[in-house]
């Protein structure tokens, strides 16, 4: 692991950051949710729930009272509305424990979601040192319901097991999904997030993570469950993800889509992916392809 110059210590225990806009059920439902986790993993004593957010969102929070939550509201002053990146990064900036739980606002933690951050840093393994840890999202309310959602849960099952968990056996991964993953304090407060990108701030995070040199741990035991979306909001978030896609990643634009879609061909040739799995995976990959076409124009026009 690279050496960190300036070191502070940090206290043992667990800062969780949960980025919002304003006060909601479902962010009632996710301060909960992290709340027994902790308690699960005896956790309360050595633990801090941070909810960052912007000034003008801070007296609609405020007036929910989270009983018998270690939370603390980090309030913004800056530009509005809050960009993600620097709603995580107060929270980096602020966190008096070693390491950092991410969740998304509009998550649930399962029970054991303290636990298995835990338990990941601390176990024994073939691999020297573990910087981070990245979990897994599902869509908490019934996908068998929806064939559109069913299909989606499948895609982002195959997803996950494509790109963060190889087959060789090796769990060590470079992509960070910001819902749900854990990295050490002393890390993420070196690096921070880019705030100049208005989505894909957590690949791009974990991407300069492991050209630094850290390491990033696959774990399927970790756990959220994300709220579901409408088929239009989406597609508006795969569009945007493209769009921060074509600011830093550096593959070529036609190669990259066409390589993919030749793969996801061949796996619906030999069966390995239902139709509907392919066509929702087509259609997630050809916005965000749009996406990252929108952005190069804009570029070329400058």
Not at 151 to 175: C, D, F, K, S, W
Not at 191 to 206: A, M, N
Request: charge should be positive; proline fraction near 2%; aromatic fraction near 10%.
């Amino acid at each position: 692991m690279p050496k960190i110059e300036n070191e502070q210590e940090n206290k043992a225990g667990l800062t969780v950051v949960i980025p919002t806009k304003n006060d909601s059920p479902d962010l009632a439902r996710c301060v909960n949710s992290v709340y027994k986790a902790l308690k699960n993993a005896d956790l309360v004593n050595n633990s801090e729930i941070l909810l960052t957010t912007h000034e003008r969102n801070h007296k609609s929070i405020a007036k929910k009272t989270y009983t018998n939550h270690k939370t603390k509201i980090i309030v913004d002053c800056g530009k509005y509305p809050l960009n993600t990146s620097r709603a995580r990064n107060i929270g980096i900036e602020s966190a008096s424990y070693e390491l950092i739980g991410f969740i998304d606002s509009d998550c649930v933690a399962q029970n054991t979601w303290a636990y298995q951050i835990s338990k990941t840093f601390q176990e024994v393994s073939d691999i020297s040192e573990i910087d981070a840890i990245q979990g897994i999202h599902w869509l908490y309310l019934h996908a068998e319901k929806n064939r559109f959602l069913q299909a989606y849960q499948e895609y982002r099952r195959l997803h996950a097991i494509e790109h963060l968990y190889p087959e060789n056996g090796n769990v060590l991964t470079n992509r960070l999904d910001g819902r749900n993953f854990a990295v050490k304090t002393n890390v993420a407060k070196k690096l921070l997030f880019d705030e100049s990108l208005p989505q894909e701030q957590d690949r791009e995070f974990g991407s300069r993570l492991c050209s630094e040199g850290y390491k990033i741990r696959f774990s399927p035991e970790l756990i959220v469950y994300h709220k579901q979306i409408s088929f239009s909001q989406l597609m508006k978030k795969q569009f945007k993800y493209g769009v921060s896609g074509a600011k830093w990643r550096k593959t070529k634009l036609v190669d990259d889509f066409k390589r993919y879609f030749l793969d996801k061909v061949a796996e619906l040739y030999k069966g390995e992916i239902s139709q509907d799995v392919f066509l929702i995976t087509l259609l997630n990959n050809t916005v965000y392809e749009a996406g990252k076409i929108y952005q190069y124009a804009h570029n070329q026009q400058k």
